[in-house]
């Protein structure tokens, strides 16, 4: 049965200012969907509504992994290490 998991991350982590998704993001966006056997979308940020009370929080992308269960958690690990990898002083292509 196929799941969904949700990160919600800052535009600015992943895009390059021209608004293209850096290589080395893509790259390992990719290399996580196969290794875990998942698909992955980024969505652009959706409208606030009353519900959402953290503006910042609606503006950030979301990031959808379908799959099952198991594959969504590692999936969304892996991506919360590549994040990490991001902030942190260091390059994404080291990893």
């Known amino acids: 049965m196929k799941q969904c998991g949700t990160l919600a991350i800052e535009r600015e982590l992943i895009y390059q200012p021209d608004g293209t998704i850096t290589n080395a993001v893509k790259t390992h966006l990719n290399s996580i969907a196969r290794w875990s056997r998942v698909d992955i979308f980024i969505l652009k940020p959706t409208k606030p509504t009353q519900e959402v009370n953290d503006t910042r929080q609606a ?37």
């Open 59 to 95: 503006e950030r992308l979301r990031v959808q992994i379908y799959g099952d269960s198991e594959s969504v958690e590692n999936a969304k690990t892996r991506i919360l290490l590549m994040i990490d990898d991001i902030v942190r002083p260091g390059d994404l292509q080291s990893t």
